[in-house]
Structures are given as C-alpha cells and as structure tokens.
C-alpha cells in the first residue's frame, strides 16, 4: 500500500513574541506539494496551530497539544522540516511526541540544519528513520517508494537527496493548506513568499545557501507568472514575495518576467531580492508601473569585509554599481532596501566606519526611495564561516558561540554572540548600534513619506511611534 504521507512545519521555541509568523512556509508546501502528485499527502503547521513556546512550561503544554494532534491524524511517514536552526529544538521535540504515540511511523527530517549537521539527528533512540540532505522532492519520493515495498534503515540512514531539475518546479497545490489558511488567518495570508527559481552561483560566507547546488534553475517565465496569479487569486495577499535567493540571474529570462509580470499587473504588492548588476535602466522603467518592492543584499559598505564575505571580488566597482541601479530606482519612484549585516568575523572600527561613512553620503543627498536595514551576523551551522571558524579566530581575533541551538534561549539573540574581532569585544560589540542611534533621524528624515511608512510597518517597528507616521496613518491612503 502507498504510505500516507504528513508533512510538518514543527515551530521554533523560545523566540520574541515581536517576531512575526510566516503563514505560508513555502518551501515545505512545494516539497509536499510535488509528492502530492504520487501519494497521500497532508500538510500542517505547529507553529500557527499551536504557537510558538517561549518557556519549559509552555513547550510541555505544547508537546501535549502535538500529541493529541498526532494521536488524531492518519499517517505512515511523518516528514519533519527543520528548515534551519532556529527550529532545531521544536524538531526534536516533536519527533520524540511522534516517537511516542506512534513508534511504528517513519520519521524523516530535512532542511538546512540536517543538511550541515546530519549527525545532530542520530540519536539512541533513533528519532528518525531518514535524515535528508539537499533539496528533499526526489529523496522523498524514494523514501516513499522504499516504504511501500516493506523497506526501512534499522538504524538512522543520513539520504542525500539530488537536485531538483528545473521542469519539476511545479505549482503549489493550495488544497493542502485551504484548511490551516482559512481556520486561523480568515482566508487572506499578508505576505505570500514564492520560490521560481533554485540555486545561487554565489559563494556568500555568512549564506547557508551554498550548502545546495549553485546551478541556476528556473521556471519557464509564462509559469512563473502563472504562480504568482494563483496566489493571487486564491489568498488576495497584501504582497507576494519572490523568495529566490538570487532573482534574475539570466538576463533574458529576467526581461520576459518583467514584461510579463507589467501585462499582469497585480494590485498587491510585489517583492524580491537580486544583485544591482541585475537589473538595469529598462527593467526599472518597466517595474515603475507597479506597486514594488526591491531588496539589495549590500551586506557591508566596506571593501575588505565585502571580499570576506566572497559578496564580489571587485567591492569598489559592486558599491559604485548599487548606487547607479538605486538612483535610478529613486528617481522612478521605487521602494528599495539596502541590507546592512553588521559584526561579520573580520569587523574592525574602521571598517565599521567606511560602512556608515558610505551611507551617510547617500542620506546627505537628500529623501529617497532607499531603505537602509540593519542587522547583526548570525551564525549559522553550514556556512563557509562556520566550517573556517579557526582561521577568523587566529587571523582577527574573533570568537563564536557554541551550540547555541541546543540551548533553551532566543535563538536570535544566541546565534549573535559574536565577537568580529580583537577591536570589537564586550560592550564594543554594540558599538555598530550605537553608531546607528546615532543617525537613526537621518535615516528617517532621509526617507519619501512611502518609504518611511513602509520602514515603520515592516523594518523599524518603533518608527511606528513616531508623529510623521501616525500622520501618514491617518491622512494617507494605504501604499
């Protein structure tokens, strides 16, 4: 018999209540999503259904709710989605529920964590069946396969699954997540986050995307707007979101989407991220005429941390070519970002200096459509900086925190515990946020009325307080 199959987003524990919760988690629902097209498949989301525990007591309350779940629900292989390390505790815990009430299912776990470290999830009493690493759509298949022919590891098996080729990006199957959608967000999502395309033939050293394939693949242009339109039309969100981690690698491509993403004109918004070498006069035009959103990953304004991040091996001609594409941008009326990590293994006081050196030239010049948003290095399991821990150590000086998601704390405040370097230690490790207060109104008073609101709803929630906003509120209509 084909195994029914219960795909499940596990949560993440002991995070800010202000974090925000995704309603759609994407990636799962197209894994689960291609498997739909062969077996029995269900989706669901501890996260939403039960929240997100920030206290021992709490997470037991929650363990009994996953319970009285699993009890209730009707599945052969539970396929858990540790999508990073942030979920790594809830993953765990509700392995060992499942373990619990149902000892005979299969248990398969995958995600960037397995991916990195697959041995985190080989434990005594063999939690899980199948640690997947890689995109998972083929090893589930095989997983699933293997089952319904009587197979399975005696002990944990660690799967590497292989890549997905582009022509089986196929569309999100809504039906799965109809009923979580409409009991708990009335019908209607906020943001909607697609991924089109796999792959990124970038080598970022803060990125766990490497951990993947780097080949560019991509749905056919015609069929990516067709993705978009479905949501659209089946959730009305407020945005949809392009999730790629590089969007537009290839020109041509790139240019039919636009052209054909003008021709649907969505009312909602539209966002994505790509690189300032991918996109150029024409397509800004283009994308003028509709309601858009365009992040930047800058990462750092200064040469040497920018070449130590792998960002580009030419920062100069990088930074120079962000601030032609954002002018244009400006000029047509474009919202954009500038993403900003701070306290990258390397930082030093004068690199923290040619950084806000650079951004106060751009708020000096006037309001724009630019949006500076700042954040501190997170140090996550399977990128190029944790593999080359020593030499940061040796070379600058810099110190890393343990295992920080095996501990029972906010995993986006552990996973910063960073020290950059010998220059920045104890207090000084603040220091690029005290250097932000400093210029927190510049960076407002540098912002269009439309920027500014959008700064205050999605980046700087504490802008909401401020009078500008309240009378952009009360007095404008919605962006």
């Not at 319904?148 to 590497?160: C, F």
């Not at 962000?322 to 474009?334: C, D, K, P, Q, V």
């Not at 900086?385 to 940061?392: D, L, N, S, T, V």
């Not at 510049?442 to 439309?450: A, M, N, Q, R, V």
């Amino acid at each position: 018999m084909p195994p029914k199959i219960l795909f499940v987003y596990p949560s993440s524990f002991f995070i800010s209540p202000l974090m925000p919760v995704e309603e759609i988690k994407s990636p799962l629902l197209g894994l689960a999503s291609f498997v739909s097209r062969r077996y029995d498949v269900e989706y669901t989301d501890f996260e939403i259904l039960y929240g997100r525990p920030d206290s021992a007591i709490k997470v037991r309350r929650f363990e009994r709710k996953v319970a009285e779940h699993l009890s209730n629900a009707d599945f052969e292989i539970l396929a858990i989605s540790c999508w990073t390390s942030v979920s790594y505790l809830a993953t765990m815990s509700v392995a060992k529920v499942a373990r619990q009430i149902k000892p005979e299912a299969l248990i398969v776990v995958g995600g960037y964590h397995p991916t990195a470290l697959p041995f985190d999830f080989v434990t005594e009493e063999k939690l899980f069946d199948y640690i997947v690493q890689g995109e998972g759509e083929y090893g589930m298949l095989d997983i699933a396969a293997k089952y319904a022919d009587g197979l399975r590891p005696e002990k944990s098996k660690i799967y590497k699954s292989p890549p997905l080729r582009s022509d089986d990006i196929i569309d999100y199957d809504w039906s799965l997540v109809d009923n979580l959608i409409n009991t708990n967000f009335s019908g209607r999502v906020g943001t909607f986050n697609l991924f089109l395309s796999r792959g990124c033939p970038f080598r970022c050293s803060f990125c766990m995307e490497p951990l993947k394939p780097s080949a560019w693949r991509v749905l056919a242009p015609e069929l990516a707007i067709e993705q978009i339109r479905n949501a659209i039309e089946h959730y009305s969100p407020a945005a949809v979101g392009v999730g790629d981690a590089c969007f537009g690698v290839q020109s041509g491509w790139r240019k039919e989407f636009i052209s054909r993403l003008v021709e649907l004109n969505p009312s909602c918004w539209i966002l994505f991220e790509t690189r300032p070498d991918y996109i150029d006069e024409d397509d800004i035009r283009k994308l003028s005429r509709l309601k858009i959103e365009i992040q930047f990953g800058v990462e750092s304004c200064s040469p040497q941390i920018l070449q130590l991040m792998n960002k580009t091996k030419h920062p100069e001609k990088f930074l120079s070519a962000f601030l032609e594409t954002s002018r244009a941008l400006s000029e047509n009326g474009i919202v954009h970002g500038g993403n900003i990590i701070f306290n990258h293994p390397g930082e030093t006081k004068a690199t923290l200096n040619e950084t806000y050196s650079f951004i106060d030239t751009q708020l000096d010049r006037g309001q724009s459509y630019l949006i500076w948003t700042c954040h501190g290095y997170m140090h996550f399991p399977g990128s190029e900086i944790y593999q080359k821990q020593r030499r940061y150590e040796k070379e600058f000086g810099a110190k890393f925190p343990g295992k920080w998601w095996y501990e029972e704390t906010d995993p986006f405040v552990s996973s910063r515990q960073v020290v950059p370097s010998s220059e920045l230690v104890g207090d000084e490790t603040e220091l690029w946020r005290k250097m932000y207060r400093e210029r927190e109104q510049k960076f407002k008073d540098g912002l269009t009325d439309i920027a500014f609101r959008i700064a205050a709803q999605s980046y700087y929630p504490g802008w909401s307080k401020d009078r500008r906003y309240q009378e952009l509120v009360n007095f404008e209509p919605e962006p």
